[in-house]
T-cell receptor
Framework: ELKVEQNPLFLSMQEGKNYTIYCNYS?????LYWYRQDPGKSLESLFV?????AVKQEGRLMASLDTKARLSTLHITAAVHDLSATYFC????????????FGTGTSLTVIP | DAMVIQNPRYQVTQFGKPVTLSCSQT?????MYWYQQKSSQAPKLLFH???????NEADTPDNFQSRRPNTSFCFLDIRSPGLGDTAMYLC???????????FGPGTRLTVL
């Protein structure tokens, strides 16, 4: 069974600081997704990473994928309060009929 | 705008009283999914449809059933809700397998 682990599970950081969230997965996949979830809300798609070495950036967030290391990172630059949310990575395995395997989630709080 | 719509957004029901949640999509996607998300947990896939082909996850309780009468609509029926079924229920769609999933706003179900 595919396992997807994120760390840290909880992250409290000050505005203006940088930090990285890690997503490790246990089996080969070349498709990884990052989602954001605000409290009580649904999942909002942030990034779709479709190949080894893929890097995507949107505002203060940058995501990358290393399929050989089975690792994706979500880097936060100069955090602002509006980024406070829970972030999930999800890995897609075509061999299992398109089941998304979600990571454990990282709850981010940005403190003014 | 093309989108995924869920109704109702909030539902309160009594223990054992059947409830139906609805999902519709204007994306004309082939695949529709239902997820259950409990507080502070990752979404858990219950089942999915590829067109009219239904796939039930092995650990989805028999209490949960689904219908997809046409491409646009999908329903989640909970026949006899228990207290443990209190959760957010998320509908998602994807154009095909191994594609990005787009999530609806969710239905927050409370079983009393």
């Amino acid at each position: 069974e595919l396992k997807v682990e994120q760390n840290p599970l909880f992250l409290s950081m000050q505005e203006g600081k940088n930090y990285t969230i890690y997503c490790n997965y246990s089996t080969t996949s070349d498709r990884l997704y990052w989602y954001r979830q605000d409290p009580g809300k649904s999942l909002e798609s942030l990034f779709v990473l479709l190949s080894n070495g893929a890097v995507k950036q949107e505002g203060r967030l940058m995501a990358s994928l290393d399929t050989k290391a089975r690792l994706s990172t979500l880097h936060i630059t100069a955090a602002v309060h509006d980024l406070s949310a829970t972030y999930f990575c999800a890995v897609d395995l075509i061999t299992t009929g398109n089941q998304f395997y979600f990571g454990t989630g990282t709850s981010l709080t940005v403190i003014p | 705008d093309a989108m995924v719509i869920q109704n109702p957004r909030y539902q309160v029901t009594q223990f054992g009283k059947p409830v139906t949640l609805s999902c519709s999509q204007t994306l004309n996607h082939n695949v529709m999914y239902w997820y259950q998300q409990k507080s502070s947990q990752a979404p858990k896939l219950l089942f999915h449809y590829y067109d009219k082909d239904f796939n039930n996850e092995a650990d989805t309780p028999d209490n949960f059933q689904s219908r997809r009468p046409n491409t646009s609509f999908c329903f989640l029926d909970i026949r006899s809700p228990g207290l443990g079924d209190t959760a957010m229920y998320l509908c998602a769609t994807s154009r095909d397998f191994y594609n990005e999933q787009f999530f609806g706003p969710g239905t927050r179900l409370t079983v009393l």
